[in-house]
T-cell receptor, first 112, second 112 residues
Framework: KQEVTQIPAALSVPEGENLVLNCSFT??????LQWFRQDPGKGLTSLLL?????REQTSGRLNASLDKSSGRSTLYIAASQPGDSATYLC???????????FGSGTRLLVRP | EAQVTQNPRYLITVTGKKLTVTCSQN?????MSWYRQDPGLGLRQIYY???????DKGDVPEGYKVSRKEKRNFPLILESPSPNQTSLYFC???????????FGSGTRLTVV
């Protein structure tokens, strides 16, 4: 059974700091991995999608990497801002049902 | 604008009173799913559909029904809601393999 773990569960950093969020999964047979952002009580906003054949994806200050063999992905946020404060979720898509299997998230607070 | 639209955004109802949460996407996506999000349990899949008239159970289907008569719509039906179905519900859609998911804004349901 595929399990997705995110570490740390919560993170508080001063504005301007570069940071890394971690995601690990137990079964390397995945199709894709997707990172989302969720603001309190709101919906999920897709940040980056990494297909199984890719190693990384970049969008603005965000960079996500994927290492299928070790079952790990990282989300790198450069020059963090208070507006980056949110919960970050990673999800893997494993089989033909194309179901997303989510981690429990990392709650990020960027202090001004 | 490409989007997944859920209605209503908020709903308070009484035990046993049938209700439907609507979901519509304008991206011609084949895959659609319903998830519920609960504190400490994360996001769990309720039902999914890989195309018109093709639906299947997710991880927590008990107490829910779905239908996919048109490609764009995927309503979630609670025939006899109970308090343990109080949750935040999300509809999501995707083209399928190789593509990520787009989520709706969520429906916060309270059953009293």
């Amino acid at each position: 059974k595929q399990e997705v773990t995110q570490i740390p569960a919560a993170l508080s950093v001063p504005e301007g700091e570069n940071l890394v969020l971690n995601c690990s999964f137990t079964d390397s047979a995945i199709y894709n991995l997707q990172w989302f952002r969720q603001d309190p009580g709101k919906g999920l906003t897709s940040l980056l999608l990494i297909q199984s054949s890719q190693r990384e994806q970049t969008s603005g200050r965000l960079n996500a990497s994927l290492d299928k063999s070790s079952g790990r992905s990282t989300l790198y946020i450069a020059a963090s801002q208070p507006g980056d404060s949110a919960t970050y979720l990673c999800a893997v898509i494993r089989d033909s049902s194309y179901k997303l299997i989510f981690g429990s998230g990392t709650r990020l607070l960027v202090r001004p | 604008e490409a989007q997944v639209t859920q209605n209503p955004r908020y709903l308070i109802t009484v035990t046993g009173k049938k209700l439907t949460v609507t979901c519509s996407q304008n991206m011609n996506h084949e895959y659609m799913s319903w998830y519920r999000q609960d504190p400490g349990l994360g996001l769990r899949q309720i039902y999914y559909s890989m195309n018109v008239e093709v639906t299947d159970k997710g991880d927590v289907p008990e107490g829910y029904k779905v239908s996919r008569k048109e490609k764009r719509n995927f309503p979630l039906i609670l025939e006899s809601p109970s308090p343990n179905q109080t949750s935040l519900y999300f509809c999501a859609s995707s083209y399928g393999q190789g593509y990520g998911y787009t989520f709706g804004s969520g429906t916060r349901l309270t059953v009293v």
